[in-house]
């Protein structure tokens, strides 16, 4: 029986602080009134948290039933011209604090915070042993003489490792505090001599193979400071080979790593689903549609409402069918005199194929564009051009066609509305070009007049080259 209450009690101790939430108390003495914010990092971004009024007597209290989630936030001062920095664990979410803004650093006071003292020692550490000797050398580099630029890489040197002390000091003597999971994450991979038998690339494998080893992606305090976005962008854009393949398979197992806590697999899985949706390199929404299809579709993506779910599903839909290096999608429509015009028939070593709309203030400057790049150069290449007409009248698109000369073109619509050429090639917008091979399948697409006309030099010289 005193087995039972004991567990009783554990249990009910447990729910009470988790229904504790948090109470910041914040004492500003040079305030009598306005609105102090408290606001997170996310990534770049920042996000509101909370805020309360000032009173009278220079006094604000944040409180909710709920907890914060941990991470970095920021105490935006009235006019929200003026903030300073502390830090949240996922439960010291109780305590106060002392503002001075003669000196925010050196005279703000945590009570009752153990996290936040800490991470006041370490800004006092920056204020006066880093940022003086850092101005002393950016006198020195100024200077540039061999002697000045010699001694300020010394004292570089000297404060780098002073600085890595202190750190590692923080990492050894708190090993749970956020502060020291955000030093272990800053920290390089130290990358050792070449051995013997290994070539030149071996401090880039090296260095690649352990850049994720000291960051704890189990840990969600992380996903609310600015570490994991600095982190997944320079591995993806430094690290990793820029196609498609490698980069799903460098996303897949940095994903898995994140599994046992929700808030780092919510952010990464959002972080890499944006990057390649948004990007402006062709080829990537590969990338994209993979991460849809494997943790949207699944049911994984838990914080996503089923209207934004269904969204992103269809977003990813229409991209699929004309990725790069897949078969482009039939098209059987007809031509400017209603005879059947079919892409699969139609002869070419390539095809460059335009959506396009003649009442379109872009389309109007690009196909005539289009237009000379053909006659010039392209029709030597064996290119055959398809125009397909996405909106305007017959008559508004004819005579476009007849005032730009736009001869040995195959002009193409679809006036019976059989084709779905909307979703089977992603045209939201217009122009929209495609390169197609002898074959059909898709080379490129997306591209302007200049950066078609380029990539198709190089896709003749590797073709030669092959010859």
């Known amino acids: 029986m005193r087995k039972l ?79 300073f920095e502390m830090l949240l664990d996922n439960k010291d979410q109780q305590f106060s604090i002392s503002i001075d803004t003669t000196d925010l650093i050196n005279k703000t006071v945590f009570k009752t915070s153990k996290e936040n003292e800490i991470f006041q020692s370490y800004n006092k550490f920056l204020q006066k042993e880093v940022a003086i000797p850092d101005k002393q050398l950016s006198t020195l580099f100024t200077k540039r003489t061999a002697a000045d630029s010699a001694t300020a890489r010394t004292m570089q040197q000297e404060l780098g490792k002073k600085l890595q002390n202190f750190r590692n000091g923080i990492v050894v003597n708190h090993p749970k505090s956020l502060l020291s999971s955000i030093f272990r994450a800053m920290k390089e991979p130290e990358v050792p001599a070449i051995p013997a038998g290994e070539d030149s690339t071996f401090p880039y494998r090296y260095y690649k ?167 010039a150069s392209w029709k030597n290449k064996g290119v055959t051009m398809i125009g397909f007409k996405t909106e305007g009248t017959q008559e508004e698109w004819k005579n476009f066609i007849k005032e730009h000369h736009m001869k040995g073109w195959i002009h193409a619509w679809d006036p019976d509305a059989q084709s779905n050429f909307r979703r089977l090639y992603d045209v939201y917008s217009t122009p929209v070009v495609y390169l197609l091979d002898e074959k059909k399948k898709i080379l490129a697409k997306r591209l302007g007049v200049d950066q078609l006309s380029e990539f198709l030099e190089k896709v003749e010289m590797r073709s030669s080259a092959k010859n």
């Not at 805020?51 to 935006?76: C, D, H, R, T």
């Open 5 to 83: 209450m004991i567990l009783l009690a554990c249990i009910l101790c447990h729910w009470q602080l988790q229904a504790q939430g948090y109470e910041l108390t914040f004492q500003l003495k040079q305030y009598t009134g306005g609105q102090l914010a408290l606001a997170h990092y996310m990534g770049k971004s920042f996000y509101m948290a909370d805020s309360a009024q000032i009173n009278a007597q220079g006094m604000a209290v944040m409180k909710n039933k709920e907890a914060l989630p941990g991470g970095i936030y920021i105490v935006l001062l009235p006019g929200r011209q003026r903030y």
């Open 209 to 375: 193979a352990h850049y994720w080893d000291s960051i704890d992606l189990t840990d969600g305090r992380l996903v609310r400071t600015d570490i994991i976005d600095k982190k997944l962008n320079r591995y993806f854009t430094q690290l990793v080979a820029m196609d498609p393949d490698s980069i799903i398979v460098e996303a897949d197992k940095i994903i898995a790593k994140t599994r046992k806590d929700k808030e780092m697999f919510k952010f990464v899985v959002w972080w890499l689903t944006y990057t390649y949706e948004t990007s402006k390199y062709m080829g990537m929404d590969a990338v994209f549609v993979h991460m849809v299809e494997k943790y949207y579709v699944s049911g994984d993506a838990y914080w996503l409402k089923e209207e934004q779910l269904n969204k992103i599903i269809s977003r990813a839909y229409s991209m699929a069918p004309n990725l790069i290096g897949q078969q482009a999608p039939p098209l059987e429509v007809k031509d400017s005199s209603l005879k059947p015009v079919s892409l699969y028939t139609t002869k070419g070593k390539y095809t460059v194929l335009v959506f396009w709309d003649p009442t379109c203030g872009h389309c109007k400057v690009e196909l005539p564009r289009l237009d000379s790049a053909y006659n």
